[in-house]
C-alpha cells in the first residue's frame, strides 16, 4: 500500500476581475507525516514563475469545510452550497482560491482511509525524528 496520495485539483483564483481563472493544483498526504495536508501550485500558475506549495493541518482543513477555521497563515471556509475557499496569507499578500467541496472530501476520505483520525500518533517516527534533530542516524 502506498504511503502517499496524490490528488489533482481545479482551484479558482478568486481576484477582481469578474471572471475567476482555474489554476491547476495537486493535495497531497503523506502518512510519515499524519497531521499535514500539501496543496502544491505548478510553476505557471506562480505570480513567481515558481512552484508554490503550502502545508497545513488536515484538520484544519476538515473543519473549514464546515465553518470557517485558521487564524494564520493558511484559513478555510466554506462558500456556498458546493465550494470552499482556501486563502494562503504570506507577506506579499493574500491568495484565495475555490475548490469543489467535493473533490476535497474525496481527499479526506483517501487520507481517512490511509490514516484515521485520531491515530496519527501510530505513524509518527519519533526516534527517527529525534535522531535527526540531535544530528545522529538511526
Request: proline share 5%; charged share 25%; glycine share 8%.
Given at each position: 500500500?502506498?504511503?502517499?496520495?496524490?490528488?489533482?485539483?481545479?482551484?479558482?483564483?478568486?481576484?477582481?476581475?469578474?471572471?475567476?481563472?482555474?489554476?491547476?493544483?495537486?493535495?497531497?498526504?503523506?502518512?510519515?507525516?499524519?497531521?499535514?495536508?500539501?496543496?502544491?501550485?505548478?510553476?505557471?500558475?506562480?505570480?513567481?514563475?515558481?512552484?508554490?506549495?503550502?502545508?497545513?493541518?488536515?484538520?484544519?482543513?476538515?473543519?473549514?469545510?464546515?465553518?470557517?477555521a485558521g487564524?494564520?497563515?493558511?484559513?478555510?471556509?466554506?462558500?456556498?452550497?458546493?465550494?470552499?475557499?482556501?486563502?494562503?496569507?504570506?507577506?506579499?499578500?493574500?491568495?484565495?482560491?475555490?475548490?469543489?467541496?467535493?473533490?476535497?472530501?474525496?481527499?479526506?476520505?483517501?487520507?481517512?482511509?490511509?490514516?484515521p483520525a485520531?491515530?496519527?500518533?501510530?505513524?509518527?517516527?519519533?526516534?527517527?525524528?529525534?535522531?535527526?534533530?540531535?544530528?545522529?542516524?538511526?
Amino acid at each position: 500500500m502506498s504511503t502517499v496520495i496524490e490528488q489533482s485539483v481545479q482551484a479558482r483564483m478568486v481576484a477582481s476581475a469578474p471572471r475567476m481563472e482555474t489554476l491547476p493544483a495537486v493535495l497531497s498526504y503523506d502518512r510519515t507525516d499524519p497531521f499535514a495536508v500539501r496543496m502544491a501550485f505548478p510553476a505557471p500558475a506562480t505570480l513567481e514563475g515558481t512552484e508554490v506549495s503550502w502545508e497545513f493541518s488536515r484538520e484544519l482543513l476538515s473543519a473549514g469545510m464546515e465553518a470557517s477555521a485558521g487564524v494564520g497563515d493558511v484559513r478555510v471556509r466554506p462558500f456556498g452550497y458546493d465550494r470552499t475557499v482556501l486563502e494562503f496569507h504570506a507577506a506579499e499578500g493574500i491568495a484565495m482560491v475555490h475548490v469543489r467541496t467535493a473533490e476535497l472530501r474525496r481527499f479526506l476520505r483517501r487520507a481517512q482511509e490511509l490514516v484515521p483520525a485520531g491515530e496519527e500518533h501510530r505513524f509518527l517516527d519519533l526516534d527517527g525524528s529525534l535522531a535527526h534533530l540531535l544530528g545522529g542516524s538511526r
